[in-house]
C-alpha cells in the first residue's frame, strides 16, 4: 500500500523524541529519592515513620503519577510515529511540568502537607494535564494524527483528570489533606491501562472494532 | 511460519520499557555516589576509609544488586518482546522498589549498620525481589510468555533468594552486621550470570537441547 | 543508487552518539530543578515566590535554550546518519559547554542577578554557539556533510546568535538584567522551530526545491 | 555467506548493554557539575575563581576522560554485536570504577589537590583502565571477538596508560600536583580518536588493509 507509506515516510522519526523523554522521565521519578529526608535524631523505626513517612506517600503519589505520563506517552507513539516541529515543542512544554515535580513535592513534603504547597502540587497536576492536551492536538495535526484521534475515541478519563484537579485546589482551601484526594483519586483511574491504544494496535486490518 | 509472527505483532514492543528501565536503573546506580560523605576533618588515606570505607561497601553491595536486576532484566526482554499493559505497571512497581535503594543503603550506611536500617534494608531487597516475580508471572500471561517460562525452567536461583531475605531479616535482630551475610550470599549466587536464557536464546530452530 | 549508499555505509552510524546526547540533555535539563531553593521561612505563595521565583525564570530560561539545542541536535543528525571521530570530539565538546549550565544558573540565581554572574551566563550562551558551530564544521566534512549544508543554507539564525550574545554580555556592564534580554530574544527567535531541515527531509527525489 | 551469520545470531545483542552503559555515563559526566562548589562570599570574577576554579579544571579532566571512555566503548562495540554473560559483568565491572570518578574528582576538588587524594584519583585511573583491558578480553572470547583483536592491532595506548597511571601515583609522593600530569599526558594522548576501529570498520569487504 503505497498511499499509507508516503505520510509515514514524511517528517522526522518519533524514536529520538521518545528516547528524550524517557530519559527525563527516568531521571524526574528516581532523583526524587534525593530529596528525601532521614531521620537525624536516631536510627528507629519510629523515627523513620516520623521523618521520611509524609515523604514516602508523596513520593508514592508522585511516582505513579510520573509511570502513568510515560505509561499513556508510549501509547501516545505507538500509533503515530513522525512528528514535526510542533510536536517536539509540544513534547517539550509537557517535560517542563513534569519536571518541577520533584520541587512542587518537595515543597509539598517540607510544609508536612500545608495549604498553598498542597494548591501548588495541584497547579502542577493540572498545567501538566493541559500541556498533555495540548500535545495530543498537535500530534493530531499530523500525517497520521487520525489514527490516533480515531484510537482515543472519546477520552473521558483525559476530560474529567482537569475537572478534578481543579476540585482538589478548591478544596485545598478547606483542608489541605482534602485538596490530595482527587489527585489520589485520579491516579487510581489512570492505574487502568489505557487499553484503548492497545486494542487498537491490536486489531488487524480489515478486522472490525469489536464495539 | 506465520502461525508463529502473529502473536508477535500484536501487543506493544517492549523495547522503550527497556529503555525507560534502562535509564532509571542506570541512574539509581549513578546517583548513590552523590550520597557518599567524604570526610571533613582532614584529606589521609585513614580519614577517608573511616569516612567514607563503609559506605563503600554498602555502596558496592547495592550497585553489584541494581547490576544483577539489570542483568536479569536484560535477559527477561531477551526473550518476550510484546508486552501489554500489566506488564508495563508490574516493570513500573519493580523500578520504584528499585529507586529506593539509594535512600535504603544511605540509611543503613548513616547509621554504621544499625538494627532498623539494617531491616529495612532487607526488606527493600524482599520487596524488589517479590515485585520481580510478579513481573515474571505478568510476561508468563503474554502471547509469547510460555517461551520466558519454558527458559527459566525451575527458577531454583528466583525461589530461593525471597528465604535468604527472610533470613537476613530475622538475623539483623540478632546482630545487625549478620542480616547482611545472606545478602552478600544471594549476590555472589546471582553474580554468576543466569545462563538459562542465553543458552535458549543460542539454542537454534529444530536443535535439541544440550542436556 | 548504489553510488548514493556506499559513503552511508562507511564512517559510524551516529545513533549511540545521539543516545549518548540525549542523555546528557536530559539530565541537564532535570538536575536543574535540584539546585532551586525553596522558602525556610514559612509556606506561603508569597514566600515562595520570594525564595523560588527568580530561580524559576532563570530555569524556564535555561530550560528553554537545552530544549532549543535538543531540538537543533535532533534536526542536525537527521541528516547526517554517519560519523566520524572529529564528529564525536566537536559533540562532545558542546556537551561540555552544556553541563556548565546548570552551575553558571545557578550562580545567577544566588546572586539575584547580579554583574559578573550575568556575563558568566553569557559567556556560557557564548560558548555553546560555538561549539554548535564548530559540530556542524565537522559534520560537513564527513562523506554525507553536503546534504546538511545545502540543507542549512545561508543559517542566519546560527549566525546571527552570537552577536546577540556578545551584546548580552557588554549590556550586562551597564545593568545586569539588561544583559539578559538579548539572550531571552534568541531564545524566542529559536522558539519558532527549524523548519528548514525538516522542509528538506520532507522533500520526496525528484521534487523541485520550492524557492 | 550464511556462515558468517551463524556466530553472529547467537548470543545477545549488544544494543542494550550499549544504551545502558550511555545511560552511566551519561549520568557521571553531568552529575559533576552538580558537586561544584560555588563562592559563598561574593559574586565576583575573582571569587568565582578562588572557589570554582580548581573545581572546574579538575571537571574538565574527568570529563575528557569520561568522553574518552564512551568515545573508546563506542568503538569497542562497533565491531562486536553480540554479548555473553561475561562481558555483560566485565562491562558493568568497568561502569563501577567510572561512577567512582565523581566521588574521587570531588576529594581531590575539595582537598585543593592534596596528595592522598591525588593518590585515590590515580588508583581509580587505574582501576577503570584495568577493568576496560579485561572488557576488551572477555570480547576477544565472544565469537565475533578476533575481528576485534584483528581491528585493535599491538593496542599501544592501552598497554602504555596503566604505566603513565602507575607513574602518576608514584610522583604523587613527590608533589601533588606532579602526580596528575601524566594523567593530563593521557588523556592528550586519547584525545586523538582510535582510527584503529573506524579504519577497519570502513574497509570494505575484498580490500585489502592499507598496511
Same mark, same amino acid.
Given at each position: 500500500m503505497p498511499a499509507a507509506r508516503v505520510p509515514d515516510? @514524511?517528517?522526522m522519526? #518519533? #524514536?529520538r523524541l521518545e528516547a528524550f523523554s524517557d530519559g527525563v522521565l527516568a531521571i524526574i521519578i528516581t532523583i526524587m529519592v534525593l530529596e528525601l529526608k532521614l531521620p537525624t535524631d536516631g536510627h528507629s523505626f519510629a523515627q523513620l515513620w516520623h521523618a521520611t513517612g509524609a515523604g514516602l506517600l508523596t513520593y508514592l503519589l508522585t511516582f505513579v503519577y510520573v509511570g502513568i505520563y510515560w505509561s499513556n506517552h508510549h501509547h501516545l507513539f505507538q500509533v503515530v510515529r513522525r512528528v514535526d516541529g @510542533?510536536?517536539?515543542?509540544a513534547n517539550l512544554h509537557l517535560l517542563f511540568w513534569l519536571s518541577l515535580f520533584p520541587l512542587t513535592q518537595r515543597w509539598l513534603d517540607e510544609s508536612s502537607i500545608a495549604r498553598d504547597p498542597t494548591v501548588v502540587y495541584g497547579v502542577n497536576l493540572l498545567a501538566a494535564a493541559v500541556a498533555y492536551f495540548l500535545l495530543q492536538q498537535a500530534i493530531f495535526r499530523t500525517p497520521t494524527g487520525s489514527e490516533l484521534r480515531e484510537a482515543l475515541g472519546r477520552d473521558l478519563k483525559?476530560?474529567?483528570s482537569p475537572v478534578l484537579y481543579l476540585a482538589g485546589i478548591?478544596?485545598?482551601?478547606v483542608a489541605p489533606w482534602a485538596g490530595l484526594v482527587p489527585a489520589v483519586v485520579v491516579a487510581l483511574v489512570w492505574l487502568v491501562p489505557d487499553r484503548r491504544?492497545? @486494542?487498537y494496535v491490536q486489531r488487524l486490518p480489515g478486522e472490525e472494532p469489536p464495539k
Open positions: 515516510d @514524511r517528517g522519526q #518519533s #524514536s @510542533r510536536v517536539l515543542w483525559g476530560k474529567l478548591a478544596l485545598a482551601f491504544v492497545e @486494542r
